[in-house]
């Protein structure tokens, strides 16, 4: 993980504001799950990025073909709008440092 941004500090950004599958609520949470480390590459593709200057629209539109085409999920109508918040929520946390 980057140095500027912690690895526990995605994961929480990843579970609370992105967690396409669902895996959350399920078995007392992410924090006592074997997926814990479930996102940790997607939400470092965006952190990278994000440090090097890509557009948020990019990186939604990164989270969103991982669900589509990866994951397998279907669009919702909430789909960007929830992943616009994941990317937003990363990008306040590299302004924070």
């Known amino acids: 993980m980057s140095a500027s941004v912690g690895k526990l500090a995605l994961r929480t950004i990843a579970w609370s504001q992105w967690d396409p599958l669902g895996l959350n609520g399920s078995d007392g949470g992410w924090r006592f799950s074997d997926a814990a ?4 590459r997607y939400m470092l593709r965006v952190l990278e990025g994000l440090q090097s200057g890509e557009p948020e629209a990019s990186m939604v539109d990164y989270l969103v073909g991982i669900e589509l085409h990866h994951m397998g999920l279907s669009l919702t ?7 616009g918040a994941t990317v937003t929520a990363i990008r306040e946390r590299l302004r924070r440092k």
């Open 37 to 40: 480390n479930e996102y940790d």
């Open 77 to 83: 109508p909430d789909t960007r709008e929830r992943v």
